[in-house]
C-alpha cells in the first residue's frame, strides 16, 4: 500500500492552509485516516490512551447490520418473485432484491453524506462518522416500494432536523434514522401504511401494484379468534415470524438476525444489554399484563402470547439497533433499565391498544428518546444525593 | 485491619514493568530543583548563579508563604537556572562539587522524637525544607502547618505503571518507616497506613503498622481514591496525605539532623535501555538513570507514571515527587485499515479488540488513537471511574460553567487518575479538563 500511502502524502499540500483545497481538509483528513489510522500523539497526560476510537464503535454497527442489510435483499427478492408466481431461487431472488433495496440505500448514504458534508463545511467541523450508521439503519426500516424520493426526502429530514440542526453527532435528542423513518410515516401514509406496500413485486415496475398481504401485525389487530391460530392460518407460523422471511420492512423483519446482531454488539461491549433487555422484558411484561387483564369480552390480541410480541414486526430491530443509539438513549445505567422497559411496554400498549397505529416500537422509541433526559436527571439527582459533598 | 474493595479501575497489562534488580548508583556531576513542577504560587530566589551552596541550604522560598524552603539537594556551585516560558523558573541545576558539605538540622533521638510536641515537629520538618512531602486533598498543594488535618493517609502501594516495588525500597530500612508514621501521629490524631492486598511482602514485613489494606485495580491505592472509600462525613475532605518515600526522607531528616537524598527510582517501559531500579538522589538527570543514546529515536521520556506524569526532555532532571520515569515508544508506524483489523496486539479496556482473548502484556504506545470527537454517551468512563464520578456529566457541566453542579458531580473527588481520559473512544481531554476546573476553583478560594 505503499504508493497508496505516498500519493496521500503528496496530496496533503493542497489541504493544508494556504493550499488551494484547504477548506476541504474535513474529507481529506477522516479519508486519510480512515485508511492509514491516526498518529497524533497524546499531548499530555494520560500519555497513553485506549485503542478504542469512534470509528471502529461505528464500524462494528455497521457490521451487526450488514446481515440484516443481506438478508433484506434476499426476502425482497424472494417475496417479489413468489408474489409474480415466478420460481424464487436463491440467485434469481437476490438479482432482484439487489435491484430493490440497493438503490434505496445508495440513496440514503448519498443525501445522508451530503448533508453531513454540507454542515460540516459550514460550521468548518470534522465529519462525524454516526450518518454511516443513520444512513444504513434508514433504509431498513423501510417497505421496499417506498419511491426513491421520499427515501432522499427522509434521510434529509432524519439528518438534518434529527440531528444536524441541534449541533451534530452527541447533541442530537431523536434517534436520526428514526426521526427520518417517523417523518414519512406521517408525511406519506399512503406510502408507509397499509398492507399493499411490503411486497416489490418482479416484473411491475417499481412499487405500482403491490400485492396485498396482510402483515403479522395486522392479522394479530384484526383476528376474532386466537391470535396465535390466526397468525397460523395467515402462514405466520412461529418459525417463520422469528427468521422474518415474510413481507415486512426491508431489513427488520428477521429476529434472529437483531438476536444475532445484538449478541455480537454486547460481546464487544458496543450496545447497551441493558436497554435490550430492559426492551424485551417491558414487552414480555407487558403483553402478560394484558393476558392477565383480558377479561371474555377482551379483544383477542390481549390474549396474544407474548413472546409473539417480540417477533412480530420491528421490535427486535429497534430494541436492537435503534434503542440502543448511545446519543439519544439515556447515559446511566439505571436510567437505561427504564428507558427499555419503557419502549417496550410503550410498544405493545401502541399495537394492541390503539387501533391507529399497528406498529408501535418506532413511536415507542422516540418516546423514550424524548424521555432519556428525564429519566437521566432523576437518577443522577438520587447518585448524588448519595455523595458526601466536596466543596 | 480494615479492608476496602473498589470495584473499578483498570489493570494494566502493560509491558516493560521494571525486574526487582536494584542498581546503585554513583553520584551525578549536577543535580537540579525542577521549580515548574512544584506547588508554589511563585518561587522567590535566595541564590544567584555561581553561589557555592551546602547540601541543606535555602535556595528559595515561596513568595507567597515564605517559610515554605526548598533546599540544595547537593553540595556545589549554583549553575544555572533555567527559565521556562513567561519567564517562569523552569529548574535550578547545581554543579555537584563532591565534598557534600552540609547544613545541620535539629536531630531527634527516639526518645526525644516521642518526647517532641507537635510544634517542635512541625518546626523540624519546616526549618529542614521537607514540608512540601506533605500534601493536601483535593487539591495537593501543600498545607499549613498550623492546621490540624482530620488525618494523614500514607499508601505503601504503587500500582501506576511504572512506580518502585514497595517491598524493594521498604527493604533498605524497616524501622525508618515507622519512626516516619511516630512522627505523623504527632501531626494528626489519625493516621491511615494502607498497602494493597498483593503486597505480600510490605504485609509480612510491615503489617503491624499497616491498619488499612485496600483490593482493586488501579488507582485503588491512590489516597484520594482511599479516603473516598472510608470517609465518613465531609470534614475528612481536606486530609493529608504523602507519599512513602517522601515520609522516609522526612524520618531521615529528624533522626539524622541532615538533608537526606536517597531515593529508589523505577525506569520502565519497552523502549527502556534497562528496566530496573535504581538508587540515586533527588534531583538526578534523567540521563543518568538511562543511557539517553540507546534509547530509539521517537520515544517519550515520563516522569511519576504514564497516566499522570509529565513528559520530559533527554536533558531534564527528575522532580522531587517524581520516583517513576517511563520511556515509551511515541512513533506510531501508519498500519493500513486498522480500524478493521482484529488488534491481536493492541491494548484496550473494551472488548473491541481481540487483544482481549490473551492474558498477556502488550506494549503501550503515546498515541492518541483517534481523533477528538463529540461525547457519544458510551459510558465508558463511568464504568472505569474509582469514586463514581460520572465523568461525561461532569464534562458537560465545567464546560457550561455551571459551578454548583459540577461540584455536586463530585470534582473535588476527582483522583486525577486519567482513567476516563484514557478509555474515551471519542479521545476527550476529560483528566485535564477537570485539573483546570480545580485548580481554576482552588485560586478562587
Known amino acids: 500500500m505503499n504508493w497508496l500511502r505516498k500519493f496521500f502524502d503528496n496530496q496533503r499540500r493542497h489541504f493544508q492552509p494556504g493550499g488551494k483545497w484547504e477548506r476541504w481538509e474535513f474529507l481529506f483528513e477522516p479519508t486519510e485516516k480512515f485508511l492509514f489510522g491516526w498518529q497524533q500523539l497524546t499531548s499530555g497526560p494520560p500519555h497513553v490512551r485506549d485503542s478504542l476510537n469512534v470509528q471502529r464503535y461505528m464500524v462494528f454497527v455497521i457490521l451487526a447490520l450488514l446481515p440484516c442489510l443481506f438478508f433484506g435483499i434476499y426476502n425482497v427478492g424472494y417475496q417479489g418473485l413468489l408474489a409474480a408466481g415466478r420460481p424464487a431461487g436463491l440467485w434469481p431472488s437476490i438479482l432482484l432484491g439487489a435491484g430493490k433495496v440497493l438503490p434505496l440505500v445508495v440513496i440514503s448514504y448519498a443525501f445522508g453524506l451530503g448533508w453531513e458534508v454540507l454542515f460540516s463545511y459550514v460550521r468548518r467541523h470534522p465529519i462525524s462518522e454516526g450518518v454511516f450508521v443513520t444512513a444504513m439503519l434508514f433504509p431498513l426500516t423501510l417497505p421496499p416500494t417506498t419511491p426513491w424520493w421520499q427515501v432522499a426526502l427522509g434521510i434529509s429530514f432524519g439528518v438534518v432536523i434529527g440531528k444536524e440542526i441541534f449541533g451534530g453527532t452527541g447533541r442530537n435528542f431523536l434517534n436520526p434514522a428514526l426521526t427520518g423513518r417517523a417523518f414519512l410515516y406521517f408525511a406519506y401514509p399512503v406510502q408507509m401504511s397499509g398492507n399493499a406496500i411490503w411486497t416489490a413485486v418482479a416484473g411491475s415496475g417499481r412499487a405500482v401494484d403491490a400485492v396485498s398481504a396482510a402483515t403479522p401485525l395486522a392479522v394479530a389487530a384484526s383476528g376474532t379468534g386466537p391470535v396465535e391460530k390466526a397468525l397460523a392460518d395467515a402462514g405466520y407460523g412461529f418459525a417463520k415470524l422469528f427468521t422474518g422471511l415474510y413481507p415486512a420492512s426491508i431489513g427488520a423483519s428477521s429476529t434472529l438476525l437483531c438476536v444475532a446482531g445484538a449478541v455480537f454488539l454486547v460481546a464487544l461491549g458496543i450496545a447497551s444489554w441493558r436497554i435490550i433487555a430492559g426492551g424485551a422484558a417491558g414487552i414480555l411484561a407487558t403483553g402478560w399484563l394484558l393476558n392477565l387483564l383480558a377479561g371474555p369480552s377482551a379483544p383477542a390480541f390481549w390474549k396474544l402470547n407474548p413472546v409473539f410480541h417480540l417477533v412480530m414486526g420491528g421490535a427486535a430491530f429497534g430494541l436492537v439497533f435503534m434503542a440502543t443509539d448511545p446519543v439519544s438513549a439515556p447515559d446511566t445505567h439505571a436510567a437505561r433499565w427504564i428507558y427499555g422497559l419503557l419502549i417496550g411496554a410503550l410498544t405493545v400498549m401502541i399495537r394492541v391498544l390503539n387501533p391507529a397505529f399497528p406498529e408501535g416500537i418506532m413511536l415507542a422509541i422516540l418516546f423514550g428518546n424524548v424521555f432519556a433526559p428525564l429519566l437521566d436527571y432523576m437518577v443522577v439527582a438520587l447518585r448524588l444525593k448519595k455523595r458526601i459533598p466536596n466543596v | ?445
Open chain 2, 1 to 445: 485491619m480494615q479492608k476496602i474493595h473498589s470495584k473499578r479501575g483498570i489493570d494494566f497489562r502493560i509491558r516493560g514493568w521494571p525486574g526487582e534488580r536494584l542498581i546503585e548508583l554513583d553520584d551525578p556531576d549536577r543535580v537540579a530543583v525542577p521549580v515548574d513542577k512544584l506547588p508554589v504560587a511563585k518561587a522567590g530566589l535566595l541564590v544567584k548563579p555561581g553561589d557555592r551552596v551546602r547540601l541543606g541550604s535555602v535556595l528559595f522560598a515561596d513568595k507567597k508563604r515564605p517559610w515554605l524552603k526548598f533546599l540544595s539537594p547537593g553540595a556545589g556551585r549554583v549553575s544555572q537556572i533555567n527559565y521556562g516560558p513567561r519567564r517562569v523558573i523552569k529548574e535550578l541545576v547545581i554543579d555537584l562539587d563532591g565534598d557534600e558539605k552540609y547544613v545541620d538540622f535539629e536531630r531527634f533521638s527516639l526518645a526525644g522524637l516521642r518526647a517532641a510536641g507537635r510544634r517542635e515537629i512541625v518546626d523540624a520538618i519546616v526549618a529542614g525544607g521537607l514540608w512540601w512531602a506533605l500534601r493536601r486533598l483535593p487539591f495537593r498543594d501543600v498545607p499549613d502547618p498550623d492546621v490540624v488535618p482530620p488525618q494523614i493517609l500514607v499508601g505503601l502501594a504503587a500500582k501506576e505503571p511504572f512506580s518502585p516495588l514497595v517491598e524493594l525500597v521498604l527493604r533498605d530500612d524497616p524501622d525508618l518507616l515507622r519512626t516516619g508514621i511516630e512522627i505523623l501521629e504527632k501531626l494528626a490524631p489519625k493516621v491511615i497506613v494502607y498497602t494493597h492486598a498483593d503486597n505480600h511482602e510490605v504485609l509480612r514485613t510491615a503489617g503491624d503498622v499497616v491498619n488499612l489494606v485496600v483490593d482493586g485495580r488501579y488507582p485503588a491505592d491512590d489516597p484520594a481514591t482511599v479516603l473516598y472509600r472510608t470517609k465518613q462525613s465531609a470534614s475528612e475532605n481536606r486530609s493529608w496525605y504523602i507519599d512513602y518515600q517522601d515520609l522516609l526522607l522526612v524520618a531521615g531528616l529528624l533522626t539524622t539532623g541532615r538533608l537526606p537524598t536517597r531515593r529508589i527510582f523505577a525506569v520502565g517501559g519497552t523502549r527502556a535501555p534497562s528496566r530496573v531500579h535504581f538508587r540515586s538522589r533527588l534531583g538526578v538527570p534523567v540521563s543518568h538513570l538511562v543511557d539517553i543514546r540507546a534509547i530509539e529515536a521517537g520515544s517519550r521520556l515520563i516522569a511519576g507514571g504514564i497516566l499522570r506524569g509529565y513528559s520530559l526532555e533527554p536533558d531534564g532532571f527528575m522532580g522531587i515527587f517524581e520516583t517513576g520515569l517511563a520511556v515509551l515508544p511515541a512513533n506510531r508506524e501508519a498500519e493500513f485499515l486498522a480500524l478493521f483489523r482484529p488488534g491481536f496486539n493492541r491494548p484496550t479496556n473494551s472488548r473491541a479488540f481481540a487483544s482481549r482473548l490473551r492474558r498477556r502484556e502488550l506494549e503501550y504506545d503515546c498515541g492518541r488513537q483517534g481523533p477528538e470527537r463529540a461525547c457519544i454517551s458510551c459510558m465508558y468512563c463511568a464504568d472505569v471511574c474509582p469514586v463514581d464520578i460520572l465523568p461525561q456529566m461532569l464534562y458537560k457541566a465545567i464546560l457550561a460553567q455551571e459551578v454548583e453542579e459540577y461540584l455536586a458531580h463530585g470534582l473535588l473527588d476527582c483522583v486525577r487518575c486519567g482513567l476516563c481520559s484514557y478509555v474515551c473512544p471519542s479521545k476527550i481531554e476529560l483528566t485535564e479538563n477537570f485539573e483546570k476546573a480545580k485548580m481554576e476553583y482552588a485560586r478562587q478560594q
